[in-house]
Each structure stands twice: as structure tokens, then as C-alpha cells.
């Protein structure tokens, strides 16, 4: 990367307002020129949704008065923002983009439901260097002065050492005191996954209809896991590709007969 | 898995009545007792989206009279309807899932926006095998019947064989005459991404807004990937996983001074 101030593409699936995308932005500003492009309303849970047949609105908006950078709100998802941020506002990719940091976690199977972890993989289809930021605490009024340590230290080791094709980041943040979290853990994603709840209800019209809800289970006994770290105090830091091959397969697939 | 029927769910991201879903219920009413569950509108590129911040109807409908397995539409997401298939109307998990026949390709890094994959994705990661079915056709008038030899095939296997704890697979189709698809290939995903451009108008109020277009780039010149299977008249079989760590930095990542 450029020895000069690098360009820092900022984004998030929580909206512009979110209290985590304005502690992300701190952060960077000291790290970076930056260009915050991000949805104008929550869009947890998105995935890697893109807009293709509705209308996308992205504008200009002001969110606090004394912020120097340009800030757009844009009314499609995480990976709409990488897009149209890279073709219609920037012109050119960014030297970096960060998404978050999310109101939740994002870690183990929650990578691909999440919005924020969404942009930063659209980035790195893009061959932009990019790291979503989660912290595991859901609430509006969410603690971020703790996380400013870890998102600045992973964010400078990447502007230094940049990120192989292919791969971005995955961290996520415990929710302690900047005394209680012990430092940062490099994890693979935990076996994980969520036992589903529906919660029926009646609407006044006599329609059924449902609330999804349910609970995590981890059951990878691993220690080298970010559920492990998350629990043990650790900022989990999980390298993440989309290359979704399962390349261990590839040679057993070939034994199948196919094609008798 | 049992030698009886197996119960088979079907589901996709075009919409239950889209003509792709109905080719594949005729297949798989041939290898098992089918039950559907299918979003009630089309969901293209929804990625894995789920509805977490909205309410979820799903009700039993009748497409066509002379049915007599059971169909239910959904207002949700794909991966929504394989989550409460599995919870509020099968009860237990089906012998397998399958997803499309999508109206369009899902080869190469199609896979991440795919609400088709997403669907067989979901299954996956809830312990059931799980095929994505796609064929090169947008059009809704699209020819399907050349596709059924294929899928019925391939479904073949996986009910004969299973599939390992974490893989699932993303069969892509050529849009080409029975008589000239030359077979099935053993793919991985090719290093394709989109070059976006975006349409930008103006509305009758004066307001900008964009639609988003692209042009698919595909610079990998592996013939063992999924765009050559495709382009020289084979259909493409992706064993695709959702373990996302990119395993292969885990060590370099390691040698970053992360807790300096």
C-alpha cells in the first residue's frame, strides 16, 4: 500500500446512525482518509443480499455537523453500499473498507447471515483489503470505547501488510471492559449453528403468522475457535475466504457415477 | 439413509410458481414424497438473508389441482422457508433438500448472492443434503426439460450416497439442447467476480437513483472450474462448504503482531 494517508472505504449493516458505525469512524479517521457509505436503515441478518430489481437511492447526508469526510446513505444493503461507493462516489477502489462495528456478533455461523461481514466480503470480491467489526453486544447503548484499541491495531497491521487475494477478516469483540479482554486470538469459524424457535402468533385478522427466533449451539470443542476465544476474553480475529469450494471433496465427488 | 421413500423438500428463490420450482417437483416426485415450501414472491439475489426483524406468514396453497403432495407459500427469505419447513411443518428434518431450478446461473461467485444456494446453504448447515439447482435461462419461458435427466441423476447419488457433514452442491445447467450437454463435471468455483455499472436516472421528483448493472469477469483460466464446465457444454457439480476460514493464512496470520 501507499505511504501516503490510505483512502478508507467505512460501512456497516446497522445504518448510518448506528452508534458502532460512528466509533468505526473515529477510529479510522486517524488511520486514513475517510468515505462512509452506508445504509440508510438496519439491514441485519441481510446476508450477502444485493438490490437487482428495485430502485437504489444514495445521497449525500450530513450526520454531524463538525465531520470533515463525506458521508452517503444509501438506501439498498451492505454489499449495495461496497458497490455503488467503488463505481458512483469514489471512482476508484479504496485502499481499505471496513464494515461495522455491529451491534452482534458475527462470529462462527453467523458470517453468513451477517450484513457487515457481507460488505467486507463484497470488497474483497472486489480486491479491496477489508475487515468486518463486530462486538457482542446487541444494544443501542453498547460500550465502543473498548473495542477502539483492537479495531486499531488490526486495522494498521493490514494498511501494513495487506491482505492476500481472496481473504478478509472476521473479528469479533467481546462484550468486557478494555481491562477484562486478555488480546487478540487468530481462530478458524466454530461448528456452529442456531436450533430455530417460531414463535406463532394470531394477527387481529385471524391470520397466522410467525417470529423466528432460537438458540445458538456450539458444539466444536476446539480451542483454536473464535466461540472459544469470544467465551475465554479474547478478540477473535478468523481469516475468511469465498472460495467456497470444499476442495476435500472434489476427489470423492469424482468417484460418483455421474454420468452412466 | 432409509430405503424407503425419502421426504424430500423443495424450495427456491424465483417463487413457488415460477416454472423452475415446478420442473423440479416433477423429478423429485419420481424419487421421493415431496413437501414444498417456497417464498411467495421472487427473492434473486436475497444471498442468505433471513427475516429477523419482520413477522413470517406461510400458509398451505394449491398450485395446480391434481397435486397431492403439500405446498405451503412463504413471505420470507429461501433460507427462511428451509428454517420453518424443518420447525413448524415437517417437524423433523427431511432426507434432503433441494433448491431451484433458479431461473439464471449460480456458478462461480454467483454462489454468495444466490438465495437458490442459500436455501440448499441452510439446509447444510442444519445436517440435511442439499442440492442447488440452476439453469443458464433468465427467461421465465426458459426450457427446463433438457435440465431433468441431470437433476434426477445427481439426486440419484446423493440419495444413494449422502453427502459429508458440511457440503453441499451447486449444480449449474447450460442453456443447451438435450442432444448437446456432453455430460457432468466435478467443478470448483472459478475466480469470477461482476464489474458493476450503475444505471442512474432521475425521478419525476427530481431524485436520483440507480439501477445496478454489471458485466461478469471471469480471469480464470482453469479448465477444472465451473465457468469451463459450463461454456464447453458440460453441467457443472460445485461441492460448495460453509466452513468460510481460509485455513490457508491461519499461520501467516499468526506471525502478525496483533497484541504488540
Not at 159 to 164: A, D, F, T, W
Not at 187 to 215: I, M, S, V
Not at 217 to 246: H, I, M, R
Request: hydrophobic share 35%; proline share 5%; with cysteine.
Amino acid at each position: 500500500m501507499t505511504k501516503k494517508r490510505p483512502l478508507i472505504l467505512v460501512t456497516n449493516d446497522d445504518g448510518i446512525t448506528a452508534p458502532g458505525i460512528r466509533t468505526l469512524i473515529e477510529v479510522m479517521k486517524e488511520l486514513g482518509d475517510v468515505v462512509v457509505v452506508a445504509p440508510d436503515s438496519p439491514q441485519s441478518g441481510m446476508g450477502h443480499a444485493i438490490t437487482i430489481s428495485d430502485t437504489l437511492f444514495c445521497e449525500q447526508v450530513t450526520i454531524k455537523e463538525n465531520y470533515k469526510h463525506k458521508e452517503y446513505s444509501c438506501s439498498g444493503t451492505p454489499a449495495d453500499c461496497v458497490k455503488i461507493a467503488t463505481q458512483e462516489i469514489l471512482h476508484r477502489k479504496p485502499d481499505l473498507c471496513v464494515s461495522g462495528i455491529n451491534h452482534g456478533s458475527n462470529s462462527s455461523i453467523n458470517v453468513i447471515y451477517s450484513g457487515t461481514m457481507s460488505a467486507a466480503v463484497e470488497a474483497g470480491v472486489e480486491g479491496i483489503p477489508a475487515i468486518g467489526f463486530s462486538l457482542l453486544d446487541y444494544s443501542l447503548n453498547a460500550d465502543f470505547e473498548p473495542t477502539k484499541k483492537y479495531v486499531k491495531a488490526i486495522t494498521k497491521n493490514v494498511i501494513k501488510n495487506g491482505l492476500p487475494t481472496g481473504v478478509v477478516l472476521n473479528v469479533n469483540i467481546p462484550k468486557l471492559s478494555a481491562s477484562e479482554i486478555k488480546g487478540m486470538k487468530v481462530c478458524r469459524q466454530a461448528n456452529a449453528h442456531w436450533e430455530e424457535e417460531f414463535d406463532k402468533r394470531t394477527n387481529p385478522q385471524g391470520r397466522d403468522y410467525y417470529w423466528l427466533t432460537g438458540t445458538f449451539v456450539n458444539k466444536d470443542k476446539g480451542e483454536d475457535t473464535d466461540e472459544w476465544a469470544l467465551q475465554n476474553g479474547y478478540v477473535s480475529v478468523v481469516p475468511v475466504q469465498f472460495d467456497l469450494t470444499a476442495h476435500h471433496f472434489l476427489d470423492d465427488l469424482n468417484t460418483w457415477e455421474l454420468n452412466d
